[in-house]
């Protein structure tokens, strides 16, 4: 009778270990911090649109100057003062969980490299820049969890990064069940149980203490429309084919892109590196201007309208496929979610104006084919453009366009656009 009385013993000891407890409140207390500085990063990265906007009232000519200066002081700023900021981020937590080197994992995910992310991020914002702070999100969440975990000794480094980065991007979109379905699918590659515990538990923490401060909302809105007939069959198979495709375009030229950039900036890193950033910029304020300043910043008023039905230029979607594979070549920080999720919607409003469907669906099923193709991660996909826009009439529709999309993805291009990136940061060929 004594072992088995000792056995009972031993879970209400662990319970009231002062060691587990501890562990315990770094762990919660890392989460808290996510929600929080996530929150901030979106809050300012918002305010920067008005910097820029308030900018252009000074003249036509000012994106000429601002943009290529701002991209050349983001850029050197990453290479110099926060190096491994560069990019999205999510590559970099990624190669983070393939590195057993503490040393090398405080390279890619440390406080100093998060305050940077985010720094430099509202700063390309503010100059105009087509990017978003959803990926950099990311990367911000696993260096804060990372950090917590060694302040409280926790170890298990995979699985606080995985958990970072779950609740980073609940906490940026607002998407909790994104926030786990992202850690499976487009970290780990895999379900594992020994961490699900802790991913659910930080995308919980985080998206209350969201959910706290900027209450709940709907990342787009609720689209207009529902997706029915033969007609929205015909605009699933469509958005689903094309947008699979032009997001593997995206995903091939990004990927090609970075690797030459890399390899001639390499034997003069500081003199070319503000060269591919300067040009970059132009690039970017020149298509900027071209389009009357629909592709500066995130996109997300022009996908927002979209949603409710009202159609974009015909010319956003491609314009801003450039502009966002233009910044991402330049090696400024800066994450492609809500840039991609906005040409989704702008190609999705396109093919409504050829086919001369309604606007709202259109745009819906362009969004999922067009991301789906880019990240290749179609469960995530659905399940991101799901809860942004709060729609749970066309789950099937959305599904099977996401479906569409990836697979069309696959077969034109077989590496995953953030695994491909994160091998320059394992010593490894793009």
Partial sequence: ?????????????????????????????????????????????????????????????????????????????????????????????????????????????????????????????????????????????AAIML??????????????????????????????????????????????????????????????????????????????????????????????????AFGALFSNLMLAGVRRARSWIAPVPLWRGLAIAGLCGLAVALIGLATGGVTFGTGYDLAQQAMQGTPTPWYFGPAKLVATLVSSVSGIPGGIFAPSLAVGTGFGSLIAGLFGTAVAPAALLGMAGYFAGVVQAPITAFVIILEMTADTKDVVPVMCTTLLGYVVARLISRESLYHGLAKSFLGRNL
């Fill in 1 to 141: 009778m004594r072992p088995r009385r000792h056995l009972k013993l031993i879970p209400r000891r662990l319970w009231l270990s002062r060691q587990l407890w501890r562990r315990r409140l770094v762990f919660w207390g890392g989460a808290v911090a996510i929600g929080v500085v996530s929150v901030l990063f979106a809050l300012a990265a918002d305010r920067s649109r008005g910097v820029f906007d308030y900018a252009l009232s000074f003249g036509w000519w000012v994106p000429l100057v601002l943009t290529p200066f701002g991209f050349m002081l983001s850029a050197h700023l990453a290479r110099t003062v926060f190096p491994n900021s560069q990019g999205s981020g999510i590559q970099q937590a990624i190669a983070a969980m393939e590195i057993d080197d503490p040393e090398r994992q405080n390279a890619l995910l440390s406080i100093r490299v998060a305050i940077g992310k985010i720094v430099l991020t509202v700063l390309g914002l503010a100059c105009g820049a087509s990017i978003g702070r959803e990926g950099p999100t990311v990367q911000v969440g």
């Fill in 147 to 244: 950090t917590a975990g060694r302040i409280g000794g926790l170890g298990r480094s995979r699985a606080l990064i995985l958990a970072g980065s779950a609740a980073g991007i609940s906490a940026a979109f607002n998407t909790p069940l994104a926030g786990i379905v992202f850690a499976i699918e487009e970290m780990a590659r895999s379900f594992e149980t020994r961490t699900s515990g802790l991913v659910m538990t930080a995308v919980i923490i985080a998206g209350l203490v969201s959910l706290a401060l900027v209450g709940n909302y709907s990342y787009f809105g609720t689209a207009s429309g529902n997706i029915v007939g033969p007609e929205g069959w015909l605009m699933v198979i469509v958005c689903g084919v094309a947008g699979g």
